[in-house]
């Protein structure tokens, strides 16, 4: 079965082929991260109309590239949530346009299952039932995955994503959108010992998450800091001081709770996905915690941790092989809860 | 010649089969569920005239003005259904289709049409029946102030369409009132005079590549400091 997937839910333009005989045919995404870097953040509407733009000549090109035309295809997934609703309605009517033009099935796939599912498109593929972190900049969320669609959250943030958390502590640190992968830079220039943040949540039971506390605890240590600093250059040790030391929080209480997840459910599989998985002091406090365990870590490759097309064609493959297709209506829904997909 | 249409940008929700001497249409007041309504419409247009769309010459649709997402909406479905069947499209005015509409309803001959833009604006185009009863633009379309709304200064015969005639601020700015003789601010676009506008378009070589329609949003998106 030969599925197209369209993602258009936040600012990435994401098209691809899936094929589940032959795996991924191709793949092709158009950021907008230059259109939104002088607002400081996504702007809703400017997304919407750059995806309009652009949706239908990306999969034109996507084509020919990958020498497949329309009508090899058997099936149509698109991202129909959650996200920004006016960019996924985009996408959406593309895509649900497309399928009934031509006579094929559609089918609505939830973000955050083609994230989950994206490891799924490498080598080295994990067997149900698995852990599953998703951290990005929308989502914080531990959950076990018995199966297509069986999805049972564990654990998830309360306030802030981990990403958003990034982002945020980024901004303070005036550090350029988009700042989490600028933070994690930084970082790597900090010296381990100078401060200490807390690990929110992790003195009590329980897998939720929450990252505010700590965004303003970044801004506190800033403030009482910075001011204190007379040159250009111990301000900017200072800064990778304070992001090392974020990050660092961070990336330990996801571990923590990662290593309850696991402990709790006798599990010895982890997935980790979204766009902070990609964090590389993320991964190597991973690998360290499942060596600890005697489990593995899985990871999508580095472009599919954060949004694309492929994992919408993977998972919406799966679900159409299992018999599942839409009505005719256009579903574009800004929230909607993983374990009701 | 064979034309599907349709339009989603404003509150109303319609689509149109039609031939050389035959329309079919829907037409539906639904605000917000025109994402629900579109696709299943068209199936049941198609169906009834027991017809495929690779049987049509050419998809039309409003591209606005109007509801910034219903007209991106409305692009999209073009987009997909045109790709899909390897059809041409033909973006219509949404305000020429309300115009159009009080031709075929009111026997208006000349059409101010003001459609609510809201933050005290409206989408404002002047149109007259020509010789082919299509009605055509006589100054450009535009996104005006309430306060600074064209002033008329010829001695036609005009009649107000559109949402924001509603609006008593927008009446009494346009100074020149005695000549509008009367006002349909309940009126949405109609996918049958889509069709009407669109043949002419089609006639005249202006169908475009699926990817090339594209919104007319009027309005462009600043950002709020």
Known sequence: ?341 | MKILAFDTSMQACSAALCFDDECYEKYTLAPRQHNQLILPMIEALLTQANCQLKDLDAIAFANGPGSFTGVRLATGVAQGLAFAAQLPLLPISTLAALAQGAWRLHAARNVAVAVDARMQAVYWGQYQLNQEELMRLSEPELICAIDALPVFCDTNVWVGVGDAWANPQVVSQVSDVQNLTAFYPDSYPHARDIVELAKAEFAAGRALECAQAQPNYLREYTVKA
């Open chain 1, 1 to 341: 079965m030969r599925v197209l997937g369209v993602e258009t839910s936040c600012d990435e333009t994401g098209i691809a082929i899936y094929d589940s005989q032959y795996g991924l045919i191709g793949h092709t995404l158009h950021s907008q991260v230059a259109l939104h870097q002088v607002h400081g953040g996504v702007v809703p509407e400017l997304a919407s109309r750059d995806h309009i733009r652009r949706i239908v000549p990306l999969i034109q090109d996507l084509l020919v590239q990958a020498s497949s035309p329309l009508a090899e295809l058997d099936g149509i997934a698109y991202t129909a949530g959650p996200g920004l609703i006016g960019a996924l309605l985009v996408g959406a009517s593309v895509a649900r346009s497309l399928a009934m033009g031509l006579n094929i099935p559609a089918v609505a796939v939830h973000h955050m299952e083609g994230h989950l599912l994206a490891p799924m498109l490498e080598d080295d593929v994990p067997e149900f039932p698995f852990i599953a972190l998703l951290v990005s900049g929308g989502h914080t969320q531990l959950m076990r995955v018995d199966g297509l669609g069986k999805y049972h959250i564990l654990g998830e943030s309360l306030d802030d994503a981990a990403g958003e958390a990034f982002d945020k502590t980024a901004k303070l640190l005036e550090l350029a959108y988009p700042g989490g992968p600028a933070l994690a830079e930084l970082a790597k220039q900090g010296r381990d010992g100078i401060y200490q943040f807390p690990r929110p949540m992790t003195d009590r039971p329980g897998l939720d998450f929450s990252f505010s506390g700590l965004k303003t605890f970044a801004l506190n240590t800033f403030r009482k800091s910075d001011g204190n600093l007379h040159s250009d250059a111990a301000k900017l040790q200072n800064r990778a001081d304070i992001a090392y030391a974020f990050q660092q929080a961070v990336v330990s209480t996801l571990a923590i709770k990662c290593k309850r997840a696991l402990q709790q459910t006798g599990l010895l599989r982890l997935v980790v996905a979204g766009g902070v998985s990609a964090n590389q002091a993320l991964r190597e406090k991973l690998r360290a915690l499942a060596a600890s365990l005697n489990a593995q870590v899985y990871y999508p490759r580095h472009e599919f941790c954060t949004d694309n097309g492929a994992m919408i064609a993977y998972a919406g493959c799966q679900r159409l092989l299992a018999g599942e297709s839409d009505g005719l209506e256009i579903n574009a829904r800004a929230r909607w809860p993983l374990n009701q997909a």
